[in-house]
């Protein structure tokens, strides 16, 4: 007799180095685009990173300074303030300044954080779920690190760029903790979702989208029969329920400091909500419903459906460019096809909640508020590029032709994806002449000037006050500056000097908000001369 001989098709998968190579490759684009001219552009130091900027030098400064909640700029969560002092004392290690490039230098690594955890997120989702290709996880992480909405706010020094960071590190230690019924990996969810709560209000949603989809979990596996006997299934989700109590009582140890913060400042707790939140007579008349429609239609470049504001966005353009916007709605519909799986599931869940924020907020859409949907969005958008790679790979109607169609068609939706961002960003958006007003280039240059006078020269400001975070950063406490100047409104009041003094006094005019100065100047001192104009 001879054996019988079976037909195995092997399909080979990537060896290991050459993943890793991809992998690396991916994050170097990513890197690239995060950190070039990081020291320039955006310009300026706007108001709400030189705050955070402030709370960060007191962090790293002032031994006995360590909030729990930064209750300037209406209430602001502080981690990305102590991100930041751990930046500003490696810049100061390596002989660098504390400054906007050391804050956006932080956000860059964020975002680039947030595409290795993406990455990471796919492989998982992955493993759950076989169909989804070997090269899902790459394009997923590709996608964001290309994807402008992301890039833009991964170069600016607040914290709204660790939302996705966060919504997808959440769902990746669930879907982890999932498989392998070890307790770290609920451990750590937990120590994320308490994260969230300290990071940026419009996380604070996560933990329930995370819930939503645990839940989906668990129904989802009650699918499996199993008898008394089968002690191996039974044993399994007795695991997963204690790493989810683990999970929960880890958030909840983490999260009961801000908890006792809010209990004795409950008004912060709602403050900054309370003031963009669209309520009472606005709901009522509808605008939840046009924000929402709002919401959908920033995801697709017809007109002007972007945020028009150009410290947000390139004014009016939408989040993707037709590149990604059209394998983003394939994505969606897939993935809508296919809600009965969890790991589809969470990418809906995912999308909707985190972009909800937005939708009962003033100025929708407004991109950062909801930038945590970049994450969803850039997994939306790998799920037909990886079927559209896979299936030319194996139609037998494409034949020989479908070997090289495929990734040819692939590359070059990407390669137009990447330019066009790229231009978007570091051409025309970066070339708006509004960033000098958006970004408080003025102030800031301002603020470095009088920085720079010598401490014995009398400086005198209007109209704004030396306390202003975007001045006030430039001679904060603990460098060598010439120290807050003399601030007066010329507007109503002259600070003159009757006495003669040894030194020249200098006055700094914010002319298009003080007319009055200007024109009063040359009548009160007659040889005065303009030593500096911005």
Known sequence: MFPTLVPIEVVRSPSFARRFLALLLILAVAAGLRLWQIDSLPPGFHFDESF????????????????????????????????????????????????????????????LLGVLVMFMLGEEMRRRQPELTIVFPFFAALVLAIMRWHLHFSRMG?????????????????????????WPSFAALGAVLAAC????????????????????????????????????????????????????AVALILVLPLAWFFVNNNELLFLRPGQVAIAGDEAATGNVWQN?????????????????????????????????????????????WR????????????????????????????????????APTAMLIALPLAWILEYSRRSARLGDAGRWLGPALIGLILLLATATSARNYFVRWAALPEL??????????????????PP??????????????????AWRPGIDSHGP??????????????????????????????????????????????????
């Open 52 to 111: 955070e900027g402030l709370e960060a030098w007191r962090i790293l400064t002032e031994p006995g300074y360590k909030p729990i909640f930064l209750t300037g700029n209406f209430g602001v969560p502080p981690l990305n303030a102590y991100a930041n002092a751990l930046m500003f004392a490696l810049f100061q290690l390596f002989g660098a300044e504390a400054g906007p490039t050391a804050m956006r230098t932080t956000a860059a690594l964020f975002g």
């Open 197 to 248: 709560l300290y990071t940026y209000q419009g996380a604070w949603v996560i933990p329930l989208l995370v819930a939503l989809t645990a839940i989906h979990l668990i129904l989802y596996d009650r699918r499996v029969p199993y008898e008394d006997h089968d002690r191996s299934i039974g044993q399994e989700k007795q695991a997963r329920w204690r790493g989810l109590v683990i999970a929960a």
């Open 436 to 453: 000098f007003h958006a970004f408080d280039e003025g102030l800031w240059e301002l603020g470095q000037w009088i920085s720079d006078q």
């Open 339 to 374: 809600i009965r799986k969890p790991v589809y599931s969470l990418l809906i869940i995912g999308l909707v909640g985190l972009l909800i924020p937005g939708m009962v907020s003033e100025y929708a859409p407004h991109f950062h508020r909801v930038l945590g949907a970049a």
């Open 158 to 182: 607040i914290e709204p760029i660790i939302v996705p960071l966060e919504w997808t590190a959440a769902n990746w230690l669930l879907l982890r903790g999932w498989r392998s019924n070890r």
């Open 485 to 534: 100047p003399v601030s007066f409104d010329g507007r109503y009041i002259f600070p003159l000097t009757a006495n003669s003094l040894q030194e020249s006094e200098q006055y700094a005019v914010i002319e298009h908000e003080d007319f009055r100065t200007r024109l009063l100047l040359p009548e009160v001192f007659p040889e005065a001369s303009v030593l500096h104009q911005i």
């Open 292 to 336: 929402a429609w709002a919401s959908v239609r920033m995801f697709f470049p017809v007109g002007m459906t972007g945020d028009l504001d150009p410290r947000r966005n390139l004014p009016g353009a939408a989040a993707l460019n037709i590149w990604l916007a059209v394998p983003f709605a394939a994505g969606f519909l897939m993935a809508l």
């Open 456 to 473: 014995e020269t009398p400086v005198y400001l209007t109209p704004r006050d030396a306390d202003h975070a975007t001045l006030a950063f």
